[in-house]
């Protein structure tokens, strides 16, 4: 008697395959329906496809977002990149040109303060000329006014005691003490500092700039920056405007300019004409300066 024996292995196989093959066949269905819907006119289907499309459009929507998102994310990436390798470099280019600048600005500056003490040359007696010397100001006293400073220059340049110290404003003091390599000035805002002064109107009338008792009752004169002195006679006839040079009496030589008269005062008290003048000479500012050797008033 024949036995029939039926081999479950290759019924299993028949399954799989006719599910394969059946998976396989929606796949085509699916996409042959996503290509007609997206062939017609408009995206739209030419039937009703509503419930099939809404799904498959959403997904299609999802991907299509992920790439773009995906792709813009490296496209950001890579232009922060390149940015930053530009603003580094537009940092550098920066970098040099302010520097530039800053030694254009330099240079400039020496230019215009040889400008000034070639002005100040006009002040300074012929004969005194070959006996100049430039400086630079190094330090300064404390506190807002130059009232002693000292200048890049010592005996070994040829500097001596009593030297007079000028700028293109005018005249700015005396050399007070020298060493090898550098000076001390003092300013005609220092205490210890004097000079005769003449009226650029009437050499005849003379004075001196000296500080003494405040001759000013609302402030110091001193702390405004300002000079003062008195008149050798009461009688003089000085006002307000009075332009003042050295009159060529001891150190100084004559006509170097020093200020203008700010205000006259008169104390009636002892028979002294005093003058507040205002120096031409900024005082909050000096930073080159021209040393003249001191006359011989022997």
């Known amino acids: 008697m024949l036995t029939l024996k039926f081999d479950n292995n290759k019924k299993n196989k028949k399954k799989v395959n006719f599910k394969v093959i059946a998976t396989g066949v929606v796949a085509i269905t699916l996409i042959g329906i996503v ?14 496809l509503n419930i099939t499309m809404g799904p498959l459009t ?25 940015n930053a390798k530009k603003a580094e470099s537009l940092e550098t280019e920066n970098n040099k040109l302010q520097d530039q600048i800053t030694e254009l600005q330099g240079k400039l500056d020496d230019v215009e303060s040889l400008e000034s003490l070639k002005d100040s040359l006009n002040f300074v007696d012929e004969k005194y000329v070959a006996n100049t010397l430039a400086a630079k100001v190094v330090s300064k006293n404390d506190g807002n006014w130059y009232t002693s400073f000292v200048v890049s220059a010592g005996s070994k340049d040829g500097v001596k005691k009593d030297s007079l110290v000028m700028n293109g404003k005018g005249l700015v003091g005396i050399v007070y003490e020298v060493s090898q390599d550098y000076c001390k000035v003092i300013s005609l805002l220092d205490t210890k500092s004097s000079v005769s002064f ?30 003062q002195g008195y008149m050798f006679d009461s009688t003089y006839d000085v006002l307000p405007g009075d332009l003042i040079t050295t ?6 030589p004559e006509g170097i300019s020093i ?20 120096p031409n000479v900024d005082f909050k500012n000096i930073d080159d300066v021209l040393i003249v050797e001191p006359r011989n008033i022997k």
């Open 198 to 227: 003449k009226l650029a109107k009437n050499a005849d009338l003379k004075g001196i700039i000296t500080y003494g008792q405040n001759i000013d009752e609302e402030a110091n004169v001193r702390d405004k920056g300002l000079l």
């Open 58 to 82: 959403s997904i299609q929507s999802t991907i299509n977002t992920g790439f773009t998102f995906v792709k813009d994310g490296f496209g950001n990436i890579i232009n922060f990149h390149k």
């Open 35 to 48: 290509g007609i819907s997206m062939g017609t006119s408009g995206g739209k289907a030419p039937f009703n």
């Open 259 to 278: 200020g203008k008269v700010q205000k006259v005062v008169e104390n009636k008290n002892n028979s002294l004409k005093y003058v507040i003048v205002k």
């Open 247 to 252: 009159s060529g009496l001891g150190l100084y």
